[in-house]
Each structure stands twice: as structure tokens, then as C-alpha cells.
């Protein structure tokens, strides 16, 4: 092993049991196979109390309306039977779609049941169902025509393993085959577990001869479905089910690998290239005093060999307790740089050690690498999982990492967007907004209170700090200002020199990371107005050591008060006259929208004359209004129409913009954006610009400027109804865009 040789083995007694003698030492069992008929009886509906009733909302729980009580059933019902309906369901025509979906989800839970029924079962329309419809639609209509919805999900299921999930009422054979088919594939087996719960014996009665057919997939995922069920509800109760089938089902269902940890391959697999535990890291003890022997470790490489991503055999969470964190983390980080997966970023045993053994070091080494990952390549090797460590960590250190993936990752689609969402519940956990974290994530880079840090050279010391404009500048121990920090000399120290200096770059490159992130974030919040409590103010701004240096460049308001942060903390108001807070007081960077003309012009005066540079346009900031036309439309017509260079749609990415999904021919056609208040702006234009080839329709035609009521629901709003200031902002983005 590659270090700590001087550390001794621990001896048997002083391990976990399952790194000297692991299950599958005993030899090899033969599995028990019977050839069982399962029974062919009449389908079942059986609820769960209260489940029905949920599920009868389920359709309209996100942006789905409900139709108006007055319409005309038999006339829609009429319209769907003549297959007219039919014409609505049009590639790329996202608007009629959209009614297609509301017409049907109407006239399924709102209209007559006899009228409903019958569109149910008409097979024309399954195929459109299966395209636009969730989980909630699916849900909703099982729960107000039970068996009459039952083969329009079994057809769904065909489709999108995800219908099971309207599949937990439902009891008889084909539903056992669609909750054994998919089970333990994705991890997650919320609703085969509901149903087996639900359905108790009489589900398992119907699993029971998969779990004991020939050995193959098939068994393997029906004798998972019963472990899962004894694991909750207790072996008696599969004992129980096989009674149907006598007593040698009765024997051989006993005998079954219920305990987690019989569950391995048979046989084993050869550990994969570069698992040699004679050149990774040695895993100590937690004293540190002893390291697991050569064998025991190969047996945890084994195991680790057989787990996945997300669910490690079961005996790997019972064994990692004694062993020391850190040198189990060195061990899973040497893995990963050992590892040779021909497909994924890991091995799946892999990125289950990085994830659970990982610490704040291994977040830092990993983190540069999964920002660098195309998306063709997440896409492929299962990148996203990467990001389950700094979740797991859920230090600010490793939050800060997810939230530079969100923003600056290579990967939108995947890495940024998993990142947001985990960024997201940690805030959640933590009784924050994502905002509000982010505000608390912003690193102080080892600087002190007042923004500095002295570099020990040994027979000397410098201190770096910061200007407004957050160019670094050196001074001597007595004060006296250097033009830089010097390299280290033949009388400094050999290696509290060299390291101070290495600091000293990296510092530089940081702060400049750290200032191009919340300078950004800074403006997001002027547009969207945000606010801060007075505590969070002074925290978070005027005593930070990086922070303090862009609120000195900036406005500030309470209420109808503006105010500026002066050089040495305090607080000043637009006539240099000192101003104090209230203690109640919530702190906005207002828009030069809000401040007014004559607001901006005196302060832009102030700025000039302490020769302060904002870092981002506040009081310079262009500013428009809608036109008396425009406020009660949904369409922005004046920017409709031009022609413009495929480059400055992109660049509109830049400022917060985001590309459509990609369609037929490897065409995006759209350009979207989510304002503060959630309003969905969106530019269409054509013929699109092209994935792979963007030049090779380098003019785009700008067709619509709309403005909708939400990213999916696709309801028209008048441009009126948005806040001025995001008016303002998407105006002058499309100004930008179009002139």
C-alpha cells in the first residue's frame, strides 16, 4: 500500500466481522426453482384511505385549469368522437398542444361520466395522453373512473415506466408484472412499495412464482420486490402469500434471501482494473493507531464492487463505523483517480465512497472536475450523480461549490440545473431562501475584519489587501506600500515562503472568482427587489471583507431614504450627512427606475466626486417604460420582425436568458426568459440555430416578443401586468438584441 507503512495491521478482533469473514465465504447455494402458475382473477380496485380524494386534485396541482362550469360537454365530447381533436396535437405548435391538454383533461374529470368513459376508451387519442400527460393526469384519472382509466395507464406503461405510479389501486396479474418490471432500475421503488403495501398478501401471492422461476433478471427483480416487503412488513407475511401455492412453496419462499446481506452476485465478480488494494491509500482505525490488513480491504473493495450509486450492499454502511473519516476519504479519492469505467464518470461502487466518504478536500479536488464536463458526456457517463457529495456535505465550503456548478458549470442541462436543485433543499433546510444562502456562502478567502492578510516569509511579513475596486495591494510590516509582493529571497524561508507566495496568487485569482460572481448576483437583486433585514445588511455587506468593497460602490434604500456605505463602515445620505438604520429597516438596491430622475442625478454626483466606479450600471442604467399599445397586449411588436446576427441571441445567455430545448433537425427556435416574478418572456425566431453548426444559418428572423404567465403553462399575459423594473430589463435586453 502506498503510504502509512509503518502502521500496523489491526488484528481480527479488532474489525468489523464483515471485513474478515463477508457472507460469501460460506460457499455457494443453489437457488430453489419451481415452476408456480400465477393466478388469472379479475382485476381489484382497493384505496388507501384518503388516496383517492388526493388524487382526484391531482390534475390541476400545478398549472392545469380546470374548465368552466358552463361547457358544453356533449359538444367537446362530440368534438373528440368525430377525431377532430386529433388535428390540435401538432409538432411544435405548443399553444394548440396546450389546449389539446386542457380539452382533455376537462372533458376526463369534468364532463359527464358516460362522456368521459368513452373518451377513455377511445385508442385514438392513448398515444397523444401518453405524450403530454403526468403522473397527476394519469392519478386523476384513476381516481374518478378506476377500471374504466385501468387500460389507458396499462397502455401508458408501455410507454413510460413512470405510469406505475397510477397503478397503486389496481390488483392482478399484469399489474405484479408492471411493478416486478421496473423494480429497484432507477433506485427508487416508491410505488411498488405503496402498492405492496397496500395489496399486502395479495400482492405478494402474485409475485411469488417470479421469485422462484429460473434463476435470470426477471427472478432477481421479484425476489428484490419480496425482500423490500419483508424488510417493512416482516418475513410472516410472504410465508403467509405462498400458502396459495402449498408447502413447498411454502419451504422454498422461507428459504429465501430476505436478509440484505446474502444479496451478491453468484459468483462473484474479479475486482475491475486499478482496484489493487496494494496501491491505494491503507484505511486506518479511528485511533490511527492500526490499518485495516491487506484482506480485509480487498473485501471492502469487493463490496463496494457489487453496490451501486445509490444503494451499496448492505453490509458497506455496517463496516465503515470504526474506520478513521479522513484516511477513508484519502482511500475513495485515490479509487476515483484509479478507476477505469469504460461508460461512467465512476464505477457505481465509486461514486458511492466518493459521495458517503468524501470529505471537504475531496469536494474541493472534485468539484474543477465535474465544471469541465461536457454535456454530451454528463449525459452518457451519468455525471449529475457527482454532485450527491456536496449535497451530502452540505458544508458552506461544499455548498459553495454547487453553487459555482450552478452558474458556471460547462453542462447547463444537467450539472447546473442539479446543482440549482440541490442548492435549493439545502436552503430549505436550513429555512432559507436560495438567495438568502447564497448571500451567506460568500467566502471570506482567510481574510480578517478589515479585509486583510499578512504572508509570513519567516524573517519577514507582508499584508495584502484589497482597494474598492478589489486590486490587490502589498505593504511591508511598518506600512510602507510594495508595487507587489516580492518572490521569495535566499534569506527567507525555504517553505513558509514559497507557500505564502502560492497563496498569494491564488488569492488574487479567488477574489477575482468571487467579485465577477456577486457582482452579478448583486445585479440580479437590483432588478428583482430584493431586500435585506438591517442585521443581514451589516453582516452580510458593510463587515464582510470582500463584500464591504462593492456596497461602497452602490446606492442603497429603505423605504424612501437612500444612502451610500463611506470608507470607514458608516453610512452616509445624498448630502454626505450621516444616516443610521432603523433596527426595523429592510435595505434594497433600488433601480434608477425607482429612484427617479432627480435621485440619480445627485447621486451620480456624489460618486464623481469621491471618484467611485460602480461595478455594474445602477445609477447609468437605461430605462424604459411600455408604450400605452404595448401595456395591454401580450406580444412586444416593435422589436418583431428584424433580422439579427445568430451571435447576439447567444449572448443573451449572458444575462439570464436561456435557449429553447432543441427540436426536430437539431434546431433551437427559442430564447426564454423567467423574470423575477415568474412571468416567461419568450423570442422566437427562425430557421433556428442549429446545435452542432450555428453558423450555418448565421441571420435569424425574429418572429414573436410574448410574454405568459409561467414557464410551462403557456396562458398569455398583457406585458402591463409586469413590474416596471423587469419591464424595464427585458426592453433593454431586446434593445441590445435587436439594434
Known sequence: ??????????????????????????????????????????????????????????PYKYAQERMPEDTDWDELAAFFAGGQALQLWKPREWQSRSRFERLYIGLVMQAPRELAEKLLADERYWDAFADFSNVGADRGAVARHEKAAYPLVMHQLKKRKWSVYALEPFLDHAVAQGMIKDFGDDGRNDAQEAWYALHGADAVRLTIPDALRKPGPKRE????????????????????????????????????????????????????????????????????????????????LTMLSISENRKPYAGVPLVVGPLDPESLAEFAWALYRADRHPKLWASPGVQYALAEFGDDRTADRLAPIVARWSRAYVWESGGQSALRLFSRLGTDAALRHLDRLANKAEDHKWIRRSAREALKRAAERRGLTQEQLADRLVPALGLDAGGSMTLDYGPRRFVVGFDEELRPFVTDESGKPRKTLPKPGVKDDDALAPAAYERFTVLKKEVRTVAADQIKRLEAAMAAGRTWTAGEFASLFVAHPLMRHLARRLVWSTGTDTFRVAEDGTLADVRDDAFTLPGDARIALPHPLVLGEGAVQAWAAILADYEILQPFPQLGRPVHILREDERGGDRLRRFEGGTVHFGRILGMTSRGWELGEKETGGFRRQVMLMTPDDRHVMVTFEPGIRVFDPEEHAEQHIGRVMLMTGRHSGRPLAFGDLDPVAASEVITDLHRLTE
Request: hydrophobic residues 40%.
Open 221 to 300: 427483480r421479484a425476489e428484490a420486490a419480496l425482500r423490500s416487503v419483508a424488510e417493512r412488513h416482516g418475513h410472516d407475511v410472504l410465508v403467509e402469500a405462498a400458502g396459495y401455492y402449498g408447502d413447498e412453496a411454502v419451504q422454498a419462499v422461507s428459504g429465501l434471501r430476505t436478509d440484505p446481506l446474502d444479496v451478491y452476485p453468484d459468483p462473484l465478480p474479479g475486482l475491475p482494473e486499478g482496484w489493487d488494494p496494494e496501491k491505494l491509500p491503507r484505511i486506518l482505525l479511528r485511533r490511527r493507531r492500526q490499518a485495516l490488513p491487506l484482506a480485509a480491504t480487498r473485501h471492502l
Open 1 to 58: 500500500m502506498s503510504q502509512d507503512r509503518q502502521v500496523e495491521d489491526a488484528p481480527d478482533g479488532a474489525l468489523p466481522v464483515l471485513l474478515v469473514q463477508p457472507p460469501w465465504s460460506g460457499g455457494k447455494r443453489e437457488p430453489v426453482v419451481l415452476k408456480l402458475k400465477t393466478p388469472r382473477e379479475p382485476t381489484f380496485v382497493r384505496w388507501a384511505p384518503g388516496r383517492r380524494e388526493e388524487w382526484l386534485e391531482a
